[in-house]
């Protein structure tokens, strides 16, 4: 089904302007934009569509953004706002209406998916793009995390669905996705992170950051553990120790409990455990360090000087924080996983 949902983009991306006229026939073209008032087609000149541009990342053609409404998405999202629908599978019959091409009949007896299921995790996974050029990588690297390079457990949806209870009305709004998987490799969660509009920080909610799927045991993983492998609890954590060891296999548990509760990958020579400094954090790393001792695995903790590794990277800078981490290292490890050239503080 994604791979269907990409085509589908990337055939309306090569009719932008068609899309526009069709959708939002308010508007008018002006230069390489196509302008209208909003999703609603009123007259105006907030939302724009970026006609001509690369196929994907910052200034792709088929993006639009409306300021004053505080949304941005491709011509999918577009054509979904426009005509008010409700789901992704009306919005690509849709498109493919527009484009005359066949319905895509579901296949027969197809069971709902079941809310905060492993299998809603690996479609809403599905249905985000990389974070290359958007708010997601705005976000980490005001974060101080700019090695951002080879990470596809990472995504960005521009609408994610966020209800604050079971009584709220159901909003949209961007968010950072993070794929959680089993020591197989087979994603089991998503977590998802709300941001603010702009990338700046976290969206304004009660709570910004929630996870669904199967979590225990599993985690965000970055890169393939051999025989060495560090965890620590957020993605930001992780992130930050990986801007300095880059080589260095890493996974995110998500919370405290989580990390206490890992499941460390077979064959597992040596486990490095970053803690929060915090009651929580350090009992989940000594939970998972007597539980690592426990099957023959070699447990050492890496303490950061603040309250944990994201807050050291952006106070002290990448220099401070390899010179930290070199005297938590084992001696052998210095070599095979430490960053020789920090980046510029």
Not at 309 to 337: C, H, I, K
Request: some cysteine.
């Amino acid at each position: 089904m994604s791979r269907d949902i990409a085509d589908l983009a990337r055939r309306l991306v090569r009719e932008a302007e068609a899309v526009c006229r069709h959708y939002l026939s308010n508007g008018r073209r002006h230069g390489r934009y196509w302008i209208v008032g909003d999703l609603a087609n009123n007259p105006g000149r907030s939302l724009y569509v970026r006609l001509h541009g690369p196929d994907h990342g910052k200034g792709a053609a088929g993006q639009w953004s409306d300021p004053a409404a505080g949304e941005y998405g491709d011509l999918l999202d577009l054509i979904r706002g426009a005509r008010r629908l409700g789901t992704m599978r009306e919005t690509v019959e849709e498109a493919r209406c527009f484009l005359s091409l066949p319905r895509c009949e579901p296949p027969p007896c197809q069971a709902p998916t079941p809310a905060g299921s492993p299998e809603a995790a690996r479609r809403l996974y599905a249905m985000a793009g990389p974070i290359r050029g958007t708010i997601a990588e705005t976000y980490l690297r005001r974060r101080g995390i700019t090695n951002l390079q080879k990470l596809p457990v990472l995504r960005f949806h521009p609408r994610c669905f966020y209800r604050a209870d079971d009584s709220a009305r159901r909003e949209t709004r961007p968010a950072l996705l993070a794929a959680v998987t089993d020591i197989a490799g087979t994603v089991t969660g998503v977590q998802r992170t709300w941001l603010a509009h702009n990338g700046a920080g976290k969206a304004p909610l009660a709570a910004p950051r929630r996870a669904m799927g199967q979590l225990l045991g599993n985690g965000v993983r970055f890169g393939a553990a051999r025989d060495v492998l560090a965890a620590g609890e957020g993605i930001e954590t992780v992130l930050s120790l990986r801007c300095t060891l880059p080589r260095l296999p890493m996974v995110a548990a998500l919370s405290a409990n989580h990390l206490a509760a890992l499941t460390p990958p077979p064959g597992l020579r040596r486990l490095y455990i970053a803690r929060d400094d915090d009651p929580a954090g350090r009992r989940a790393a000594d939970a998972l360090s007597a539980r690592a001792r426990a099957a023959g695995i070699e447990a050492l903790t890496l303490s950061p000087t603040m309250d944990d590794f994201n807050t050291d990277l952006r106070l002290f800078g990448g220099a401070a924080l390899a010179r930290s981490l070199r005297n938590q290292l084992a001696p052998e490890d210095v070599e095979r996983f430490l960053r020789r050239s920090p980046p510029a503080d």
